[in-house]
């Protein structure tokens, strides 16, 4: 076992190829255009590359600085598929010597005819989703798939010691939900100490394959849990007392807390023999040196450079809490605060970006030079005086650029006043929307967008590159939109939307409409699995210079006489989904983006809309992982969406879409959006939310989603129609919509219209159930 850690590393680095090369061949191999084999070369390929380009950029090819992060399609399903924790209705995705292989991999991720895929959620405060363990009293824990080890033995036959991650076991049991077969309260947090064992087993085959240093993480430790945190600790304690207990027969361990500070589990790990801790220092503070007294030889890996945003560092500060670190503990190492999973690859891929702007930013492959730059600094101090200067320099630019700070923008956010956050009444409201609707029970509608189908990806690619006028753009965009509405009539739904064919993502779109944002042509980052967003760039005070919806939703309005909705994406999302500035606070730069939706909403009123749905998808993602320092955040990003719907005149029916999120955690936040109408994911997890729903008392419109449209299969009517009788069980129908869980942008179209039509027809069916007198 090896003591010296390297002095400069990261956490993981992006993992889907500078042109997205794993989404091309995943996506290739689902297909079956390729094999399995085809499909583990490309992966082969993608991996050799990062580690060449990584030890480019000045990471030491042979010192494990480089983590081994490489996931198909998810770290923690990885995870499961390593221990065998999968539960009994996955059961037969074994092969017959034990293993789980690349197809029970993919059935678990996905889903297939017979069963829906593990449950999809957000991966803390971030924009990746993570799929969701099932875990019972009597999972079988095994080791299933060797994978990890395999990519260790590739690297070294290409002459790279890199350093094997996974999840650690506190984190992925904490993050593991209790499978069906599981008794009421059981908590997989108590199969610790069965799962101990796997991971010891697993820490010697790597020993015995040469391997030195291990990483396993730990973020969970950085967020407040259900457990109580005196639970967590004894768990954490239990967990590395038996982990690190047989220093000659396993590598050394490094644990990783990303995404914030460890509070008062600092000292518990501290205190382990662990080999090195990793802490958050960029979004946490420096720990006082009583925090870290504990640690004796225990390497402190400092992630002292945000891996979370892509902003170039500063690195003056940074060098200044290295400092102080360096006067506190024997052995210091520097890192990013994160993987650098939720940034894109290269800026100098982005040379369409203004100059100036693009000397702000930086991305992975830019995080890592800073990274090895402040490691020079470490028992040098003076070595990096220059490059602290030219960043300073940099952000002092920054600071004084034109559009950064714009007098007109502040001075109407400076002048709002409470009656600016509030609409009317809601029993007065939903009076003067039900007269002007005239609704159905249980009205139909979908999210948003429909399949964006190859010819609408290519005409809005020619459009781009001049090889089509706007107005023969605009008419190939109009075809579309009729094919949509025409549809939604022949299928009988009861709110229509236009489908959003003119979008190329529900954020960018409106970024590249609004003043203050910018986009990247490369700037892929992944949300899951194969799916991959380009989060736009607000670096300036933001304002609408022109309507941006309205022309659109009006035309599909002028094609039916059923109510069309207003598409917009809400102030949150818009900010959670794009890199925010750093340099105002959050709710200041969310009410400027509020404004200029409330903006488009009283355009879309006077065009006629009737219904106007504000998206925010993603209200729970930015929620701080302390309690402590929740209220304050959910005050600001509940009053930025009521700020962009509060001018809706009564009689407008105002929707809003949430998905993918613990809605129990912030139900008080979503009922205080005061949106006429809710639609929330809930077909994965077979309907959860509505017991929140009941226990909360929830009194305006929802749509608990019936069609998981993350997975390729397609849900029956009677598995659709089972799904609303829960939903009437808990909720009063009168409140009830129906509706797929998201926007179906991803899907094709055959699947698509089979799905949609047995979610009318089953809506058809529960409503004559309603309307049956009782005998």
Not at 595 to 604: K, M, P, Y
Request: some cysteine; proline content about 5%.
């Amino acid at each position: 076992m090896s003591s010296t850690f390297p002095t400069a590393t990261i956490v993981g680095y992006p993992r889907i190829g500078p042109r997205r090369e794993l989404k091309k061949a995943v996506e290739s191999y689902w297909a079956g255009r390729t094999s399995a084999a085809e499909l583990e070369t490309a992966a082969a390929e993608l991996r050799a590359s990062s580690y060449a380009r990584l030890t480019k950029l000045g990471l030491e090819a042979g010192n494990y600085s480089i983590p081994a992060s490489f996931s198909l399609y998810d770290q923690v399903l990885d995870t499961a598929v390593t221990f065998g924790a999968v539960s009994d209705r996955f059961k037969d995705l074994y092969d017959a010597d034990g293993s789980l292989g690349l197809d029970a991999y993919f059935t678990l991720a996905r889903g297939d005819s017979e069963r829906q895929p593990l449950e999809m959620t957000k991966w803390f405060d971030t924009n990746y989703h993570y799929l969701v363990p099932e875990i019972g009293p009597d999972t079988a824990f095994s080791l299933a798939n060797d994978w990890i080890l395999r990519d260790v033995r590739e690297a070294a036959e290409a002459g790279y010691t890199v350093r094997p991650t996974l999840i650690g076991p506190v984190t992925f049991l904490l993050l593991s939900k209790a499978a069906d077969e599981a008794p009421a309260g059981f908590n997989p947090l108590s199969r610790l100490d069965d799962l101990l064992p796997l991971y010891l087993e697993l820490l010697g085959k790597l020993a015995e394959a040469g391997v030195e240093w291990v990483q396993l993480e730990e973020p969970a430790l950085v967020a407040d849990q259900a457990v109580p945190e005196s639970e967590v600790a004894a768990a954490v304690e239990r967990a590395y007392a038996v982990l690190a207990a047989e220093a000659q027969n396993r590598p050394a361990i490094l644990v990783t807390s990303q995404y914030g500070s460890l509070g008062s589990l600092l000292p518990v790990l501290a205190g382990t023999a662990i080999d090195a801790l990793h802490i958050d220092v960029f979004k946490g503070s420096v720990p006082a040196a009583s925090e870290l007294a504990r640690l004796g030889e225990t390497t402190l890996v400092a992630g002292v450079v945000d891996g979370h945003n892509i902003w170039k560092a500063d690195l003056g500060v940074a060098a200044q809490k290295l400092t102080l670190l360096e006067g506190t503990v024997k052995n210091l190492a520097v890192s990013t605060s994160t993987s650098l999973q939720h940034v894109p690859l290269d800026v100098e891929d982005e040379q369409q970006l203004d100059a100036q702007l693009r000397s702000w930013l930086a991305f992975a492959d830019q995080k890592v030079v800073e990274v090895v730059t402040l490691a020079r600094a470490i028992g040098n101090p003076g070595a990096i005086d220059a490059d602290i200067a030219a960043a300073a320099e940099v952000l002092a630019s920054r600071a004084g650029a034109p559009g950064v700070n714009r007098a007109e923008v502040r001075a109407r956010t400076s002048a709002l006043s409470p009656s600016d956050f509030t609409r009317g009444d809601y029993a007065v409201r939903l009076a003067a929307q039900e007269e002007a609707l005239k609704l159905p029970a249980l009205p139909t509608t979908t999210i948003g967008s429909f399949p964006q189908t190859s010819e609408v990806r290519s005409a809005r690619a020619r459009a781009n590159r001049g090889d089509l006028t706007a107005e023969q753009y605009r008419q190939l965009m109009q075809d579309e939109i009729r094919r949509v509405i025409d549809l939604q009539e022949e299928l009988g739904f009861d709110v229509l939307v236009h489908g959003e064919p003119e979008r190329n993502d529900m954020v960018q779109y409106f970024a590249e409409n609004l003043d203050g944002f910018d986009v990247t042509v490369h700037g892929w980052v992944q949300s899951y699995g194969s799916r991959c967003t380009r989060p736009s760039i607000l670096w300036g005070d933001v304002s609408r210079p022109e309507p941006i919806t309205v022309p659109w939703t009006q035309f599909a309005q002028s094609l039916t006489d059923k109510p069309v909705k207003g598409m917009l994406t809400g102030p949150v999302t818009i900010l959670a989904w794009s890199f925010v500035r750093d340099d105002l606070p959050l709710g200041e730069t969310a009410n400027q983006v509020a404004l200029a939706l409330r903006d488009e909403v009283t355009d879309l009123e006077a065009a006629g809309i009737r219904v106007i749905q504000v998206d925010e998808p993603a209200l729970r993602e930015l929620l701080p992982l302390r309690r402590e320092d929740q209220a304050e955040y959910l005050e600001w990003s509940v009053n930025s969406f009521k700020l962009s719907t509060a001018s809706a005149a009564p009689a407008t029916q105002v929707h809003t879409h949430l998905c993918y999120s613990e809605f129990g955690a912030i139900i008080d936040a979503i009922d205080g959006l005061d949106a006429d109408v809710t639609s929330i994911e809930a077909a994965r997890s077979r309907m959860e939310v509505v017991h929140d729903l009941e226990a909360h008392g929830f009194r305006r419109g929802v749509g608990p989603g019936v069609y998981d449209i993350h997975s390729p299969r397609v849900p029956g009517q009677d598995e659709v129609a089972e799904l609303l009788e829960k939903a009437v069980q808990h909720v009063p129908a009168r409140q009830l919509w129906v509706n797929p869980d998201c926007g179906l942008k991803t899907r094709g179209y055959t699947e698509t219209e089979e799905s949609l039509r047995n979610l009318v027809n089953a809506t058809v069916s529960v409503r004559s159930q309603l309307e049956a007198p009782v005998s």
